[in-house]
């Protein structure tokens, strides 16, 4: 893994409301975790769905994910509050699966609640191609409404009410496999379509400060306080 300053991490975090991290996991290790993901989603999810949340509850590779000291390090500088892992869900694409992810703010879905962010790892290089996830910088500071949308999948319901951006303001994260891209549950993201006709894994854990459980917080069985509150 290529270190970056905490300091500058920090910063670009809270400029942009996401940081990228390239080479968090080798190339073994995202292969190991896409046979576990095929695993879990084969023995515990909806058949046919390309999300699956829980998954640290049901598989210890992906605990042990959750945990590693490589992302806890990485989020110690954006979190000086301390760090709890919530959850976590594998995002799956396939050739028959090519819906891009719809432009929406991970905070929506849980309201009243506090602050969170999330990893995305892709266990397969990600590109504009097959589905890589899209951001747009600087989105976290403002205020976006939600609205239902409902792939006839079910995987997405709602969507960005409005686009409020200009194409070029777009990132389209071009990333190789194992690369991690940590943002803030306020940061307007989507993903691009998947036209390649190949697989796409990746794995979203999602982290907020340790506190005493908010009532949504019981709903996932795997949280475990990873840094305690100084
Ligand atoms: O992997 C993707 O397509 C993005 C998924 C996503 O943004 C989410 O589940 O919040």
Redesign the pocket.
């Known amino acids: 893994m290529k270190k970056i300053k905490s300091a500058e991490l920090a910063a670009g975090y809270e400029r942009d409301g996401f940081a990228v991290i390239p080479d968090l996991l080798n190339a073994e290790e995202c292969e190991r975790l896409k046979a576990e993901a095929r695993h879990v989603l084969n023995h515990h999810a909806k058949p046919g769905s390309s999300?699956h949340v829980h998954v640290a509850a049901v598989n210890p590779a992906f605990r042990a994910l959750a945990e590693d000291p490589r992302i806890v390090d990485m989020l110690r500088p954006v979190m000086p509050h301390g760090v709890m892992f919530l959850s976590d869900?594998i995002?799956y694409?396939s050739p028959d699966k090519t819906f891009p992810?719809p432009w929406?703010i991970?905070c929506f879905y849980w309201r009243n609640t506090r602050p969170k962010l999330?990893v995305?790892i892709p266990l397969d290089d990600a590109l504009p191609e097959n589905?890589t996830?899209t951001v747009v910088p600087g989105s976290h500071k403002k205020d976006w409404r939600m609205v239902k949308m409902g792939l006839p999948s079910g995987d997405?319901q709602y969507e960005l009410a409005e686009q409020g951006w200009r194409e070029g303001d777009v990132v389209t994260c071009a990333i190789k496999r194992g690369t991690a891209i940590l943002f803030s549950d306020r940061l307007v993201?989507?993903?691009t379509p998947n036209t390649a006709g190949k697989d796409r894994y990746?794995i979203?854990s999602t982290y907020h400060a340790p506190a005493a459980d908010e009532p949504f917080d019981l709903e996932f069985p795997a949280r475990k306080i990873l840094v305690p509150a100084a």
């Open positions: 999300v869900k995002v694409k992810t929406h991970d999330s995305w589905g996830l997405f993201h989507g993903s990746a979203i």
